[in-house]
């Protein structure tokens, strides 16, 4: 049974930096693709970043392009996404998940099947 376990979120004041962690165990997921996704107060989740556990496919939503990037740590199993210089609409919890269907990352929320618990990121003005 595969898990997933985030860590990292919190408060920032807004033009902060946070990194967030997402530790992958149970399964092998260098087949998977995975994503960071997140969801603010009376919205719909969407996706952040989609990628493959290898890194050789990444996709950034154009909300964070060029503010959030995405990173792993093979030894550990564990995959970080960076969020740099945070405006008070990135607010949200923020969850990985993992697409254990294929290797190639997709944005449609629905095919993720395996999520991390998730975790808060507040950004204040």
């Known amino acids: 049974q595969g898990q997933l376990v985030e860590s990292g979120g919190g408060l920032v004041q807004a033009g902060g930096s946070l990194r967030r962690s997402c530790a992958a165990s149970?399964?092998?997921?260098?087949?998977?693709?995975m994503g960071w996704f997140r969801q603010a107060p009376g919205k719909e989740r969407e996706g952040v970043a989609v990628?493959?556990?290898?890194?050789?496919?990444?996709n950034y939503a154009d909300a964070v392009k060029g503010r959030f990037t995405n990173s792993r740590d093979n030894a550990k199993n564990t995959v970080y996404l960076q969020m740099n210089s945070l405006k008070p609409e990135d607010t949200a919890v923020y969850y990985c998940?993992?697409?254990?269907?294929?290797?190639?990352?997709?944005?449609?929320?629905?095919?993720?099947?395996?999520w991390g618990q998730g975790t808060q990121v507040t950004v204040t003005v």
């Open positions: 149970g399964r092998t997921y260098r087949r998977y693709a």
């Open positions: 998940a993992a697409d254990t269907d294929r290797d190639e990352p997709v944005w449609s929320i629905s095919d993720y099947d395996y």
């Open positions: 990628f493959n556990w290898i890194g050789s496919m990444i």
